[in-house]
């Protein structure tokens, strides 16, 4: 039995960028394994028996089987963070329910709108429409309205949280298709100055580029 914990996924998908970050800052190990999407290789049969919804990150915990990006990060701190760990804790009932807000608008909002576009772009090969990329610039207008107003250090107060795991790995690569965003969204652009001074981002950024170099060929491909 492998006591690393297997993370299947590939650099430049925010939602395994948001994994490793994670694994960082926990000083877990992560055995990759990686599933090219490019290839389609999620649909494979022996994939879809491990992941029915076939996406990337899945965590293989000894044949304990995990999608998504934020149940992963909340499992890999109950298992190796410390006792009650700020960056999910168990006890302070009111911090991780805002975590889990954070998390639900990180998935159920942000990082939702650009996978939209991503899926038609990378899966279809067609432009997507312009409302896509409208349903973007809302949702980042949203999360910088929750910035301004939290007006904290990190997603949720003053400490790290696997929140910002999520948010700074959707921020990294979906603003790519919102060219002007940081002058739109200063909230969001002073949190990511922040959060790009600490050591974890690191992780997140050689798949970030190769996100950014894959994304300018194909919406050039696709007249965008
Ligand atoms: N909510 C999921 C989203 C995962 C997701 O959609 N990942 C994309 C790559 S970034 C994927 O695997 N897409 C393949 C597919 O939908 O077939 C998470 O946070 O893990």
Known sequence: MSSKPKVYGIW???????VTMCAKVLGVELDVEIVNLLNMEQLNKEYIQKCPQHTVPLLDDNGFFLPDSHAINGYLVNKYGKENDPLYPKNDIKRR?????RLHMDSGIVAAKGFSITRTIGFKNVKPPQEAFDDLKEAFALLNKQIEVQNTKYMVGDILSIADFSIYATVSNWGFFLKNWENEFPHIKAYMERMKQEDWPEVNDKGV?????LFEVRLKELGI
């Not at 430049?12 to 948001?18: D, E, N, Q, T, V």
Request: hydrophobic share 45%; glycine share 12%; no cysteine.
């Open 12 to 18: 430049g998908s925010p939602p395994f960028g948001a």
């Open 209 to 213: 580029n190769a996100f950014k170099a």
């Open 97 to 101: 329910a805002l975590i889990d807000h």
